[in-house]
Nanobody, 124 residues
Framework: QVQLVESGGGVVEAGGSLRLSCAASSESIFITNVMSWYRQAPGKQRELVAAIDRDSSTNYADSVKGRFTISGDDAKSTVYLQMSSLKPEDTAVYYC?????????????????WGRGTQVTVSS
């Protein structure tokens, strides 16, 4: 259905910045309702980091408020996560998620897609 590919992860020192990108693609027409970033650190559950909807309303985890900014580009079907003032506790695999509707065999169908994840490592 809708495939997501993340990029932009890497290793950065504490206090540094990184920008993650997630591009969506599909052979069918699709509309995305919400684009989100999640993360999962070793031994911990996956958690929501930030989300943005079609009205550009945003939601952030308390731990990243004021440091991370989510933005979306509907024309490019891409969502970004600008991360600043990074801390070692931000180290995790970051996953992109999008959900919305698409067309399959001529019929509307909901989709809920995940990317494979990109590693972010913040050194102290």
């Amino acid at each position: 259905q809708v495939q997501l590919v993340e990029s932009g992860g890497g290793v950065v020192e504490a206090g540094g910045s990184l920008r993650l990108s997630c591009a969506a693609s599909s052979e069918s027409i699709f509309i995305t309702n919400v684009m989100s970033w999640y993360r999962q650190a070793p031994g911990k559950q996956r958690e929501l980091v930030a989300a943005i909807d079609r009205d550009s309303s945003t939601n952030y985890a308390d731990s990243v408020k004021g440091r991370f900014t989510i933005s979306g580009d509907d024309a490019k079907s891409t969502v970004y996560l600008q991360m600043s003032s990074l801390k070692p506790e931000d180290t995790a695999v970051y996953y992109c998620n999008m959900w919305g509707s698409t067309v399959v065999a001529g019929y509307p169908q909901a989709f809920d897609s995940w990317g494979r994840g990109t590693q972010v490592t913040v050194s102290s």
